[in-house]
């Protein structure tokens, strides 16, 4: 049993979960589904039969796979798999085509091939560790940002709002102080006018 369906599977698992489906103009989630029953099938398949041509038939899948998510933008959210998975793929392909066409060559070598795929798989967790953590930091980063967005435009609402309260609030002092001044101008003319009405007796 190879683990090539099973890596498809969890790419199209991490997909169906990150894609912006609102970005896409068909129906990429009925895609998805597609090609998680076709993993599925495949894992099934591989289990039953264990020729080269069901070997074939899984790696090409994931190659396919592999293909449409790099070329694709609206499944970029798992780009960052394809190098995780790649390595494996690829030196599965060969050392399944090598056991295939070159058996004795593979007897020779098997434990080199061996090693090689374990490496692939211990490359593909190393990696999704490494990727599950920046992917992490990334979403608290967003989050923080966010955060510090709302606080600006929060600060800046009530930054707009005290000025205009200040301009109304000068507003009504300005006006406060001419109907002060008008008063007491007028108070003003009123002693003027009874000093003078004083000064000139009836």
């Known amino acids: 049993m190879t683990l090539e369906p099973i890596f ?3 790419l199209i698992s991490f997909l169906k979960k990150k894609v912006n ?9 009925k895609y998805l589904q597609f090609g998680f029953y076709v993993s599925i099938a495949l894992i099934i398949l591989d289990v039953v039969s264990s020729t080269y041509l069901v070997t074939l ?5 994931l190659f396919a796979l592999l293909y449409l998510v790099y070329r694709r933008q609206e499944l970029q959210a798992g780009r960052h798999m394809i190098f995780s998975i790649l390595p494996y793929a690829i030196l599965s392909f060969i050392s399944s085509f090598v056991q295939e066409f070159f058996p004795s060559f593979y007897k020779k070598t098997d434990d080199f091939f061996e ?3 374990l490496f692939g798989v211990l ?4 990696m999704w560790l490494v990727n ?7 979403e608290r980063e967003r989050a923080r940002r966010e955060a510090e967005e ?4 929060i600060m800046a609402q009530l930054k707009v ?7 109304q609030r000068t507003a009504e002092l300005v006006k406060q102080k001419e109907e002060l001044q008008v008063t007491l101008d007028e108070l003003r003319n009123t002693q003027a006018q009874l000093i003078q009405s004083e000064k000139w007796p009836l």
């Open 161 to 167: 709002d005290l000025e205009h309260e200040v301009a």
């Open 57 to 61: 038939l899984v790696q090409v899948f």
């Open 21 to 29: 489906y609102q970005k896409v103009d068909y129906d990429l989630a």
């Open 115 to 117: 090693s090689a795929v």
């Open 150 to 153: 709302a606080q600006h435009r």
């Open 8 to 10: 498809a599977l969890l």
């Open 132 to 138: 599950r953590n920046q992917r992490k930091a990334l």
């Open 123 to 126: 490359w593909y967790g190393g």
